[in-house]
């Protein structure tokens, strides 16, 4: 059954997350890459981006206090299923705590995605979001992480990330190709939306 939550609930989650998120960006700045969470704007120009909408699994990399994961919850079908993995275990338990059974909350590293899609008994996912940051990344971890994710996509599956800096683009260029870029100015600071399709379409 999928649940809702009332406009209060949601306004004391709201504001709950932004602190939670503050005092976890000062501990693991390089983890986290923003001080803020997203922006309204941003969480909706990435639910389009990825073509939620149509998607049967979804997977998102590095939900923090989960204002995209909402999102994308309100905008997938009733019967598609959302993989969050997520390092944090702060943000993991507030991601956890969110009451619907579309939602599978998983405590870990995105290089092991193809494992906890088998894992949890999961299609190959047509959307890939991520809004971890590829920039602040040790050598190799990127590179290891677009690794699983290619492998993990469905055949006609899109990869889509959310970053300040433009590190993510010469990450995936080996993977998917070059893919396409916008802009999302109504954030603080603006963001940089790209896309990527494995079947060569987004190059």
């Given at each position: 059954?999928?649940?809702?939550?009332s406009?209060?609930?949601?306004?004391?989650?709201?504001?709950?997350g932004?602190s939670?998120?503050?005092?976890?960006?000062?501990?693991?700045?390089?983890?986290?890459?923003?001080?803020?969470?997203?922006?309204?704007?941003?969480?909706?120009?990435?639910?389009?981006?990825?073509?939620?909408?149509?998607?049967r699994?979804?997977?998102?990399?590095?939900?923090?206090t989960?204002?995209?994961?909402?999102?994308?919850?309100?905008a997938?079908?009733?019967?598609?299923?959302?993989?969050?993995?997520?390092?944090?275990?702060?943000?993991?338990a507030?991601?956890?705590?969110?009451?619907?059974?579309?939602?599978?909350?998983?405590?870990?590293?995105?290089?092991?995605?193809?494992?906890?899609?088998?894992?949890?008994?999961?299609?190959?996912p047509?959307?890939?979001?991520?809004?971890?940051?590829?920039?602040?990344m040790?050598?190799?971890?990127g590179?290891?992480?677009?690794?699983?994710?290619?492998?993990?996509?469905?055949?006609?599956g899109c990869?889509?990330a959310?970053?300040?800096?433009?590190e993510?683009?010469?990450?995936?260029?080996?993977?998917l190709?070059?893919?396409?870029m916008?802009v999302?100015?109504?954030?603080?600071?603006?963001?940089?939306?790209?896309?990527?399709?494995?079947?060569?379409?987004?190059?």
């Open positions: 059954m999928v649940m809702r939550m406009k209060a609930k949601l306004r004391r989650a709201l504001i709950d932004r939670i998120f503050f005092q976890e960006f000062l501990k693991h700045p390089l983890e986290i890459g923003s001080i803020i969470p997203s922006s309204r704007f941003l969480e909706r120009r990435v639910v389009q981006t990825a073509g939620v909408r149509s998607a699994t979804i997977v998102e990399l590095g939900p923090g989960g204002g995209t994961t909402r999102a994308i919850l309100r997938m079908a009733p019967q598609a299923k959302l993989l969050t993995i997520e390092i944090n275990p702060n943000f993991h507030l991601v956890s705590s969110m009451a619907d059974d579309r939602l599978i909350a998983h405590f870990g590293s995105a290089r092991g995605l193809k494992e906890i899609l088998q894992m949890y008994g999961l299609s190959a047509e959307a890939v979001i991520s809004g971890i940051p590829f920039s602040t040790r050598n190799g971890l590179s290891q992480i677009m690794e699983a994710i290619t492998s993990a996509l469905a055949p006609d990869f889509v959310y970053q300040v800096s433009k993510v683009a010469s990450v995936c260029q080996p993977f190709g070059s893919g396409r916008e999302e100015l109504f954030n603080i600071p603006p963001v940089r939306v790209y896309r990527w399709e494995k079947n060569g379409k987004g190059r």
